[in-house]
């Protein structure tokens, strides 16, 4: 399922810093991609929108000011994280949790995933991208079938293809990898997977994925914002 971005302005209880007091398509739009991973930095969220850095800070702090998103900086000296407020999440009836608090374990990795995917979908602009936080809620519907590991997202591209995406920041067991590695090649859902990992990893993803030709390996610093 894929959130449906809403058209109409959206009428605000206690009014805005708009004269008409309405959000407009724009903020819907940052409002939904935010709640779709989970939670962003400004710098994803210029690439996302092409907007530049006082444009988007003019939207971010806007939406703060409505209670609308909140911002924490989770890593000092890093760019603080944008994240819904559940008067937004009411707002709009969207279907997701909420973030209560950014978990330090993921945030890193889960940056990534958002980089990953500003560049894929860059790449390939027809393409649509289910999150994993979508994935896990729905618990992917008939993507999922018998297996129990979930990618951290996945593509459905334009020729109809679905392709599996990872990424790695730190190399897993070997035992868990090749379990993970395997039972891809045991569904039918995903023509490939496409593993995004740092360059000392690389080796290792191709020496497990060795034979299994539905697995691709990039190096994710190419990636990256």
């Not at 909140?70 to 008067?87: E, F, M, N, P, S």
Request: aromatic share 10%; with cysteine; charged share 25%.
């Amino acid at each position: 399922m894929i959130i449906k971005t809403e058209k109409k302005p959206i009428d605000l209880d206690h009014g805005s810093q708009y004269t008409d007091g309405n959000l407009k398509e724009t903020e819907i739009n940052i409002l939904n991609f935010v709640h779709d991973f989970g939670f962003c930095n400004i710098k994803q969220i210029m690439k996302k929108f092409e907007l530049k850095r006082s444009n988007a800070y003019a939207h971010m702090q806007m939406l703060t000011r409505l209670g609308l998103i909140a911002h924490d900086y989770v890593i000092q000296d890093q760019h603080g994280a944008y994240y819904l407020t559940y008067k937004a999440i009411s707002l709009l009836g969207l279907d997701l949790p909420a973030i209560r608090k950014i978990p330090l374990s993921i945030y890193e990795h889960q940056l990534a995933v958002v980089d990953v995917h500003l560049a894929l979908q860059a790449m390939y602009s027809k393409s649509i991208w289910i999150s994993e936080r979508r994935l896990t809620q729905e618990k992917c519907g008939n993507r999922r079938g018998n297996y129990e590991h979930l990618p951290d997202g996945v593509m459905l591209l334009a020729n109809g293809n679905q392709c599996a995406i990872e990424v790695e920041k730190s190399l897993k067991a070997k035992s868990r990898l090749e379990k993970i590695l395997l039972g891809y090649g045991l569904q039918d859902a995903f023509k490939e997977v496409w593993y995004f990992c740092l360059p000392e990893i690389v080796p290792s993803i191709e020496k497990a994925a060795s034979g299994l030709p539905y697995v691709k390996t990039h190096n994710l610093m190419e990636f990256l914002l």
